[in-house]
């Protein structure tokens, strides 16, 4: 049976998100942060749930669950989901990287003060560089793609580094009290979907930087298999929304009585064999996962599947979206329907970087590995 979230013992969850998904049209507005749906996360125990102890402690892998839980968000809210990830994540790279300091600290602001932690990794030309003086490290530049600056507390960012003792693309911590509201351009994000993501530019020039704040060597952020692998997580989100949409699509017609009709049928039975052939996607790529993040000699296999997981789940959803359209017609593209916002949402969330070239490497890792075993025979 694929193990999902409910396998875990994680209290008043289920409330939390069917209480997210009925105020997602709410918060479908860029300057209308998901302060409510994070408190409700933070009371269900789901913010800290990979800590020390907790149900999915990174220390005791299991994430086929880790990406059961990521579903479910993504399923009762993807911007939401978008940024839970991003906590996830943060605290994942925590994990991997942070000193004995440094993980005390954030742990604690997560268990004591309800943190919530993002990565911001993408850039333009005015990407963040650190700048040193005799006395102190300051950042300059600016991130994009900021997605929950409104309510993260902790940013997890990256930039390059050059220092008698660090060079290269460097992590660091910063609290975000640190950085006032006029650094972030709420004007950034007009988007067709993914709007309460609020994924604002964000201009971090003249913030001074100390030591313990930096995260882990320069280069680390890269460091394979887990830059790569990674990718299971937000496609675990991903797949969340097209599983809403199958279940708003199912409603739909449940409620206009043509779940009779034989062609309804068959566009429900394609979106149902998608449905269960991403879950068993999702749950072979948790298992691989903890399989072989610490086997170096299977770290290209783990980032060959990590990827073919990423794409399936994105055709997977561009199937299930176009389905839908069919089967509920205009009026399932238009408000007040969930599944107005679901399709904005999962076609914006979809657009994930470099998809042609995830498809090539996909392709290199395999056609290698064939030449490998024909050399060997």
Partial sequence: MIKTLFDIELKDFKDCLERIAANASNIDDPQIAPVKEFQWLAECGALKIVLPGEPLDFNRPDTAALLGLLKRVGKANLSVGRIYEGHINALYLLHLYGTAIQKKAWYDAVLHEQAIFGVWSTQAANGITYESNAEQLMLHGAKT???GVSIVTHALITGNIDTPNRKGWQMMILDMSRIGPERVDRNSWETLGMKASGSFTTDFTGCPIMEQ????????YLGQP?????????????????????????????????T?????????????IDITTGELWLHQAGKNFDNWVNDSERSGELIAFANMTRTVIEEIGLRVMQASNQCVGARGLMSP????????????????????????AI????IKHQSEDAQSI
Wanted: glycine share 8%.
């Fill in 363 to 366: 392709a290199d890792h395999f």
């Fill in 226 to 258: 887990y830059f790569n692998s990674g990718a299971i997580r937000f496609a675990a989100v991903q797949f969340g929304g097209a599983e809403a949409i199958l279940g708003h699509t199912m409603d739909y017609l449940s409620a206009m009585e043509r």
């Fill in 145 to 147: 793609f900021c997605s």
């Fill in 213 to 220: 704040e930096l995260l882990g060597l320069p280069g680390d």
């Fill in 260 to 272: 009779g009709d034989p062609f309804q049928k068959a566009r429900l039975a394609a979106m149902l």
């Fill in 337 to 360: 329907s969930p599944l107005e916002r679901l399709n904005r949402d999962l076609t914006f969330y979809l657009r994930q970087p470099a998809p042609d070239a995830t498809r090539l």
